[in-house]
């Protein structure tokens, strides 16, 4: 094959803010040989972390910068003859490698790509379409076989590749009986059976903040009842009933 002098250097470049990121399995890239538009090559990473160029056949990339990967093509063309000191540019065009999966209480679960702008528990969860109202701010990140718990709402938490964020339930109350709308709502912090029931909409006309019933889970499983106070706090799991006015 004829061999052709195109220059004295090498070259790789990526979109903005992806330069440096490491290529992996099922990213999507760019390769152009300066002056050689018969080896351009738009193609995805295998699962084997190769991909497939004309001359070279199977050339590995993955846990390589753009720029490397440009310099790994170019010895390869160089060495097997085909061109003399190759100009190769490899532009990383979808970042699919680094990714983290959301589950859990979100309105969107699924996997979701990082990159520069979107490397923080708050970008991603952002993207997931946000906490639903049954989602607790205490997040689990599992990383490596570890369990991270993270407020959402602390400071901001970074994401590796291969991260799992699981949204759990957050913590509710029960209220029954003469309040405006009985059903389930979320614990807040430091929360009083005042606001709890304020929560619910407040007590109805036939109902008395005097006769109310708290009914909690103890540590062994078993129930116990009381009578509570407004300035009592309010546990997940409580059920709180508003008991009718004698009078």
Known sequence: MKRIVVGLF??????????????????????????????????????RGTITMPLLGEVKVTGLTPAEAGASIGEGLERGKYLKKPQVAVALTTLRSQQVSVLGHVAR??????????????????????IS????????????????KVDVLAKPFKLQAGDTINVERAPVFYIYGEVTRSGYYRVE???????????????????????????????????????????????????????????
């Open 10 to 47: 090498l070259l790789a470049i990526a979109a903005p803010g992806l330069a440096t990121e490491k290529l992996g399995i099922g990213d999507a890239i760019r390769v152009t040989v300066f002056q050689q538009p018969e080896l351009t090559t738009e193609t995805r990473i295998s699962e």
């Open 109 to 130: 679960p699924g996997r979701y790509a990082l990159d520069d702008t979107s490397a923080h528990l708050a970008d991603v969860l952002a993207a997931a379409g946000g």
């Open 133 to 148: 109202p049954t989602g607790s701010d205490t997040v689990t990140v599992l990383r490596t076989g570890k369990e991270h």
């Open 189 to 247: 912090p430091n929360m009083t059976v005042m606001q709890a029931i304020a929560a619910g909409g407040g007590i109805t006309p036939r109902g008395s903040e005097r006769r109310l019933k708290l009914r909690r889970a103890e540590v062994n499983g078993k129930f116990v009842e009381k009578s509570p106070k407004l300035t009592d706090t309010v546990k997940a799991d409580d059920v709180i009933f508003v008991r009718e006015s004698l009078f």
